[in-house]
């Protein structure tokens, strides 16, 4: 059972256009929700991470909008760039308590295309 | 710098042979993972170990087993390889300990093949 949902499973995108991928989550005791980038070859890395007490990230180019009533949450990319193109996985970890607090939960990725 | 290190970049094991994926940190870190990925699917969290000793099951623990004997070193055992093993696996490790929402590093992937 996957407890992340990920969408779309890919994306293509115009040079400086914006990209936007969605994630929605079900279980209540997620309470921090990264996002990894992943480039061909490589492990995925940490690109930017939220937590629920806050509705909105930004870093650089890069912002996470949280809805906690709906359960969701969304990565955009301003200006998209070439050097963008990988996948991203969102993923949902737990709050504190109990050994299960380390365990990262994935969605099931998307592959960014941007075109030049 | 964080390093995890896989040992191996490409396997090829034949159906039915016991595989062993060795991973090693060097963060002093006391949760490592295993996850497989495939495409569509993401990463599917096979086990978890938050100390020496100490395992959970994840979401697909079937055919595999794991062995964490000291703290920077995490095992994962195929038992007897299948053709559906077929896949790339990722060790992850990050702190823990009270320590949450923090960044997990991520070795660079065994492309495992079974034939």
């Given at each position: ?7 779309p499973?890919s ?5 400086g ?18 996002w ?14 939220i ?10 180019r ?19 760039q070439p ?12 709050r504190?308590?109990g ?6 939960t ?11 | 710098d ?8 490409y ?8 595989v ?25 969290l096979?086990y978890?170990?938050?100390d ?5 099951k ?11 004997e000291?703290k ?14 077929t896949?790339?696996y ?26």
């Amino acid at each position: 059972q996957q407890q992340v949902k990920q969408s779309p499973q890919s994306l293509i995108v115009q040079k400086g256009g914006i990209s936007i991928i969605n994630c929605a989550y079900e279980n209540t005791a997620f309470d921090y929700f990264p996002w990894y980038q992943q480039f061909p070859g490589k492990g995925p890395a940490l690109l930017i991470a939220i937590r629920p007490d806050v509705s909105e990230k930004k870093e650089g180019r890069f912002t996470i909008s949280f809805n906690k009533s709906a359960k969701q949450f969304s990565l955009h990319i301003m200006d998209s760039q070439p050097g963008d193109s990988a996948t991203y996985f969102c993923a949902a970890s737990y709050r504190a308590g109990g050994t299960s607090y380390g365990k990262l939960t994935f969605g099931q990725g998307t592959i960014l295309t941007v075109h030049p | 710098d964080v390093k995890v290190t896989q040992s191996s970049r490409y396997l090829v094991k034949r159906t039915g042979e016991k595989v062993f994926l060795e991973c090693v940190q060097d963060m002093d870190h006391e949760n490592m993972f295993w996850y497989r990925q495939d495409p569509g699917l993401g990463l599917r969290l096979i086990y978890f170990s938050y100390d020496v000793k100490m395992k959970e099951k994840g979401d697909i623990p079937e055919g595999y087993s794991v062995s964490r004997e000291k703290k920077e070193r995490f095992s994962l055992i195929l038992e007897s390889a299948s053709t559906n093993q077929t896949s790339m696996y990722l060790c992850a490790s990050r702190p823990g300990q009270g320590r949450f929402r923090t960044e997990a590093f991520f070795g660079q992937g065994t492309r495992l093949t079974v034939v």
